[in-house]
């Protein structure tokens, strides 16, 4: 019974419903991004925002990998013990 | 306002605390079984240290930190194993084998969903809003190659978990960053130090 009543509710009002929830969650997305969150302008459509998030998180994964790299070259060229050492203790202080 | 700021940075410092904990031990897992290691093989550690570690700090609660989890197991060796296990326990490893399996159901449900929507009628008129609609619909598609387990969500899912995820990739970036730049300072020192 309740099945039915949802998949009719899917057809026709649901989707009202769904564009507000998505345009909130757009909304946050925006201020989670810093391309758009330093335009200061209130109006960006839903597919630059979503265009700036793929950006954003392809640019967050280099970053990630470059880390990666970098972190590697470090530990390989000096002893591992004593760089492991040495960086716990810089974080600690 | 303020304190909702307040609130959210010092969860923020939890987070790359707890973050940085399960990846230290992640690397120590690493360089304790495998003495010798190329530079590639050490980078590939860091970066699977660190992707196992954001992804634990949700305690399986989101899809995305799900995904990265059962992604990890399907490429396991012996070492990234080992190296889950440390910073999960052992339950919870067992736990992503049995979220391989609720995995696949959901993609079941998701392709099922997807048949019932084509059977209801679609106009095609090419109005400035259908335009539109299209070039959302196209940028979703690329974001849900970017989300892990990102093709199984629907439109509202799957913004919720991008949110989560960019948080959780953020802190990582940070900590990494910091990490490699304090490293960065203290290689320095010790190479003016041993030129004296």
Redesign the interface.
């Known amino acids: 019974m309740s099945s039915r009543r949802s998949?009719s509710r899917q057809?026709s009002g649901a989707s009202r419903i769904?564009d507000d929830?998505?345009a909130d969650?757009?909304s946050?997305?925006q201020q989670?991004?810093p391309e758009i969150r330093n335009r200061r302008s209130d109006k960006v459509?839903?597919?630059k925002v979503?265009?700036e998030?793929?950006n954003?998180?392809?640019s967050?994964?280099r970053?990630?990998?470059d880390?990666?790299?970098?972190?590697?070259?470090?530990?390989?060229?000096?002893d591992?013990d004593s760089?492991?050492a040495?960086?716990?203790r810089?974080?600690l202080m | 306002m303020k304190a909702r700021m307040q609130n959210s940075s010092s969860s923020a410092a939890l987070l790359k605390q707890e973050f940085l904990k399960k990846w230290i031990n992640g690397l120590q897992t690493y360089t304790n079984t495998k003495k010798e290691m190329t530079i590639l093989d050490r980078k590939n550690a860091i970066k699977l240290s660190a992707d196992i570690a954001i992804a634990s700090t949700r305690n399986f609660s989101t899809n995305w930190s799900r995904a990265v989890m059962a992604d990890v197991s399907k490429n396991v060796d012996g070492s990234s194993k080992i190296v889950t296990e440390k910073i999960l326990g052992r339950k919870e490893t067992c736990i992503i084998k049995c979220s391989k399996n609720i995995m696949r159901k959901s993609r079941l449900l998701a392709h099922r969903r997807r048949a019932i929507r084509r059977t209801i009628g679609r106009t095609s008129v090419k109005a400035a809003s259908a335009i539109a609609k299209e070039l959302v619909k196209k940028r979703t598609r690329v974001l849900k190659r970017l989300v892990p387990g990102g093709k199984q969500m629907n439109e509202i899912c799957l913004i919720k978990e991008t949110l989560d995820y960019i948080a959780s990739l953020q802190v990582q970036v940070d900590v990494m960053r910091n990490i490699a730049n304090a490293a960065d300072h203290q290689c320095l020192d010790s190479t003016e130090r041993s030129l004296l």
């Open positions: 998949r057809s769904s929830q998505i969650l757009v946050r997305l989670l991004i459509s839903a597919s979503l265009q998030t793929c954003y998180i392809r967050l994964h970053e990630v990998d880390l990666s790299d970098r972190l590697s070259e470090l530990l390989e060229s000096t591992s760089a492991q040495a960086i716990i810089s974080l």
